[in-house]
């Protein structure tokens, strides 16, 4: 794919203590806890303190990902923060973590890609270093979704959850590293899932607000579908331009939205449930935050060893889509 081979040299995640469980779901809205299991896989997630912000958990999976990695964070040449739950509309999350971090060198710039940014940011990243322009690069996923959601829709609130994970890019030996990127966009979709509140098209007013406009709106069906179809596809095409066969595959980490859509992306695949990293039951969906966390807990279990081939696949509003394949 490129000249330098880039990799990820740590991983860090974060998530915060407050588990929101189905059954206090219950006295909130008109749901039960077997409709939520049945149908999402969700049991309970978790919700930041309201003394925390995004840059809060960011700093949090940061600074484990740094030691993992073996660098301190002036080292750091940019840090890329992937959200949609920024801590305010500027200065960027990615600003607010540099000086958090003491990454006196690093640019900094937040990337907006939804659940897929992710694996857009690591795809920047990934550029950077190839080209030679940078060594080491922070790649960051975080949200506090709790603070977008609409926790009288019963259509979204169960889903939803906050945390963060992080990685730090860099050179790794021939062999080794990212074999490819897809990265994809159907602006089209984009009314599928969206928050208008608060923009340049819908500002903030008392009326917005009232309208509740400033929390997120979802056709659940429609994205289902639209998610059922790319993981398998953006997964494949992946695949193709790695020379990798999907019975290669040693572990899958997938966007942890619905449990059905990671199974219909297994199966398409081949794949059985135990080669996917699943944390969706404990966490519900934090969006960006969801597969870089994954990854952060399939290495701490030691579900990953020099040479395995890992798929990276997500979706999101945009919509987006996005998937990669690395050699540990
Ligand atoms: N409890 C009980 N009933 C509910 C609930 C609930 N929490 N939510 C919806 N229902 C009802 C609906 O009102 C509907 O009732 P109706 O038939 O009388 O209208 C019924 O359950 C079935 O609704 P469906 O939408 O068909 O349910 P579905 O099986 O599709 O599951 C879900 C809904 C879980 C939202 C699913 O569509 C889904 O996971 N979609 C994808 C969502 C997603 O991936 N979002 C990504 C966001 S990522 C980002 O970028 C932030």
Redesign the pocket.
């Known amino acids: 794919m490129m000249g330098t081979s880039v990799g990820i040299l740590g991983t860090g995640k974060y998530v915060p203590e407050r588990r929101l469980t189905n059954k206090e779901?219950e006295q909130m809205?008109?749901?039960?806890e077997e409709?939520?299991v049945s149908?999402?896989g969700i049991r309970e997630r978790r919700i930041a303190e309201s003394s925390q912000a995004t840059s809060d958990l960011a700093y949090e999976a940061s600074i484990r990902a740094l030691e993992a990695a073996g660098i301190t964070a002036d080292q750091l040449d940019l840090i890329v923060v992937a959200t949609?739950t920024p801590d305010m509309f500027f200065p960027s999350t990615a600003c607010i973590l540099q000086e958090k971090l003491g990454a006196k060198k690093a640019a900094a710039f937040d990337l907006s890609a939804?659940?897929s940014g992710f694996i857009y940011g690591l795809a920047n990243a990934a550029g950077f270093i190839a080209t030679g322009m940078y060594r080491y690069v922070l790649v960051v996923g975080a949200e506090c979704?709790s603070r977008i959601t609409d926790y009288t829709d019963?259509?979204?609130?169960?889903?939803?959850g906050d945390g963060a994970g992080a990685v730090v890019l860099g050179e790794v030996p021939e062999g080794r590293g990212f074999k490819s990127f897809k990265l994809g966009a159907d602006g089209a979709g984009g009314d599928l899932?969206r928050i208008c509140g608060g923009g340049s098209r819908v500002p903030s007013t008392e009326q917005s607000v009232t309208e509740r406009r400033h929390f997120?709106e979802?056709n659940?069906?429609d994205?289902?579908k639209f998610?059922v179809r790319v993981m398998g596809s953006a997964a494949e095409e992946a695949l193709a331009a790695a020379g990798i066969d999907k019975a290669d595959i040693d572990l899958l980490i997938p966007?942890q939205?619905?449990i059905?859509?990671i199974q219909s992306a297994l199966e398409r695949l081949d794949l059985p449930e135990e080669k996917a990293a699943i944390n969706l039951d404990r966490y519900g969906?934090m969006?960006s935050a969801s597969i870089p966390v994954a990854l952060a807990e399939a290495v701490e279990e030691g579900r990953v060893s020099e040479g395995d081939r890992l798929v990276l696949v997500g979706?999101?509003?945009g919509l987006t889509w996005g998937a990669s394949v690395l050699v540990w």
């Open positions: 779901l809205v008109e749901t039960n409709w939520i149908r999402t949609i939804a659940c979704l019963r259509n979204t609130c169960i889903l939803f899932l997120i979802m659940g069906r994205v289902f998610a966007h939205a619905n059905r859509i969906n969006s979706f999101g509003g």
